[in-house]
């Protein structure tokens, strides 16, 4: 889940990205000195650092696997470690399968990228209906709808929303910005796009039809794209975090009624597989899997990120294709895309035109490292003079800080004071709604309140009181955080509730109207 807003790209002929295909020399690759020397060191003092369990890397380069391996544990407190066969939550790396999933069918004229998605979705609509008329297929994955980053996920984020019911609740989701101009990273759009594959193809869902074009081509037999059951399979990544404080396993995340946006789960074996696949345009073991003109359109840039030169990194633009991102790194074009689920983050990136693919697989989401690393490792292969990025990453992270109070001991603090709720709890108890999340309900239990969230099953919220109308919320799946809840009422009768989530599930509050 990722990034920030720009105008949309529309590129020339003559500009189109990797414009011919690279075929992969089987050549000897000259050793990495960083690979070679220092790779086991760095990644061993970098994991020790950002506390995480356990760490899998792989990298290709011209045609070949040069590092494939496991790094720390599975799960903390056990011996069994991590190695190049165990699985992680690939998360948003999983829109890059749907992006190229779409991209062949429409290489194959079985859809049109640029045709209106109601041509496959008859009652597919959004807020405004002059965008509800104009949108396209590529539109579903280009994020320029105008929604703000992470819009509408508290409402089908661990819901029991079905896809057809995500897609339709777009319609209620106003955006903030315009359309096919300014850009906010939307889940509900992939969602949306893996459902014009059954449209196009006469019922196949997109799991069976990323299975059938593109796991099995390529080999890729241990990775799945439902994440049901994610806990009870072997060789698994436990999922930590020490957002809330010190590290502690937390549950992962089922990410099926969104699964085109999120739900593969794999390990870096098999991404070795789609690294070669990317880099060799389109073709694995010699055979061609998918034609190099309908992978080359998942890399078009359909959406500007950012056109301003980088403070950090040697890049000057970001753009956004179908589930890809790419943007020059020291004269060569890169691409990539991040992943990030509860407790586990990775990237995926390859250099085309250097022969290189990297792809880093994490299971502590509060940290930067799987992002250090991936630029280590471009850093060596494209000669970018030697900077530590685990250890700027650890200080720009220990000054940000050092600049911030910590939320939570604010509220607990205003907790502590055990005021007296402006009304009596009973008052605030009730049913409440929102048009596009749907109903909670709120109880008394004891000197609580506690919110119960009917999509959400088995999510709570428990409500402390602080002062003036507000309350502590503490979700019981930490992932959502604890958050402030604001009530609003005119003499005694309770009118409307605001509820907030972490910023990483959704940035804006949602009001519920007591019914």
Not at 38 to 61: E, F, N, T
Not at 161 to 178: F, W
Not at 211 to 221: A, G, W
């Amino acid at each position: 889940m990722l990034l920030s807003v720009s105008p949309r790209l529309t590129l020339a002929a003559g500009l189109l990205l990797s414009a011919a295909p690279a075929v992969l020399a089987q050549t000897t690759t000259t050793p990495n000195r960083f690979v070679t020397d220092s790779l086991d060191s760095y990644i061993r003092r970098g994991m020790q650092r950002w506390q995480i369990p356990g760490l899998a890397v792989v990298v290709v380069k011209d045609g070949k696997v040069v590092v494939q391996k496991g790094y720390g544990v599975r799960e903390v407190g056990k011996p069994a470690p991590v190695d190049a066969t165990t699985l992680f939550m690939i998360a948003s790396n999983t829109k890059l399968f749907t992006g190229t999933a779409l991209a062949k069918l429409d290489g194959e004229k079985k859809i049109n990228l640029d045709e209106k998605v109601t041509k496959y979705l008859p009652d597919f609509r959004l807020y405004d209906s002059l965008a509800s008329q104009q949108v396209t297929v590529r539109d579903l994955m280009s994020h320029h709808f105008g929604f703000k980053t992470f819009q509408g996920d508290f409402t089908f984020f661990k819901s029991n929303l079905e896809r057809a019911e995500i897609v339709r609740r777009m319609r209620l989701m106003k955006p903030g910005g315009q359309f096919r101009r300014d850009y906010g990273y939307c889940n509900s759009g992939f969602v949306a796009a893996g459902e014009v594959i059954p449209a196009a193809t006469g019922g196949t869902s997109w799991e069976n039809y990323v299975r059938q074009n593109l796991l099995q081509p390529l080999n890729m037999t241990s990775t799945d794209v439902s994440s049901t059951g994610f806990g009870q399979r072997p060789n698994i990544a436990h999922a930590y975090s020490n957002t809330f404080g010190p590290l502690a396993e937390v549950p992962f995340d089922n990410w099926d009624n969104m699964a085109p946006c999120a739900s593969i789960v794999s390990n870096v074996t098999d991404l070795s597989n789609w690294l070669r696949f990317q880099l060799d345009s389109g073709r694995y073991e010699g055979k061609q899997v998918m034609p190099w003109a309908a992978l080359r359109k998942t890399r078009d840039a359909n959406t500007v990120i950012s056109s301003r030169k980088s403070t950090i990194y040697p890049m000057h633009f970001v753009t956004y294709g179908l589930g890809v991102e790419a943007a020059d790194y020291n004269g060569k074009q890169l691409f990539w895309h991040t992943g990030g689920a509860s407790g586990q983050v990775s990237n995926v990136c390859f250099v085309p035109e250097a022969g290189l693919g990297i792809a880093v697989l994490t299971n502590n989401d509060n940290q930067s490292f799987f992002e250090a690393l991936r630029y280590q490792l471009l850093d060596s292969y494209l000669g970018v003079p030697y900077v530590d990025r685990s250890a700027a990453a650890w200080q720009r992270k220990v000054r940000a800080e050092a600049s911030q109070t910590d939320p939570t001991k604010e509220l607990a603090a205003r907790v502590s004071k055990k005021n007296k709720p402006a009304l009596p709890l009973k008052a605030y108890v009730g049913e409440y709604e929102n048009k596009l999340f749907g109903r909670i309900s709120i109880s008394q239990k004891g000197k609580q309140l506690l919110v119960t969230l009917p999509n959400h099953p088995g999510l709570t919220a428990t409500l402390d009181y602080m002062d003036g109308q507000e309350f502590r919320a503490t979700y019981s799946d930490l992932v959502f955080g604890v958050m402030p809840a604001k009530f609003e009422a005119e003499g005694n009768n309770v009118k409307t509730v605001e509820l907030r989530v972490n910023d990483y599930v959704e940035y804006d509050p949602y009001v519920f109207s007591k019914l």
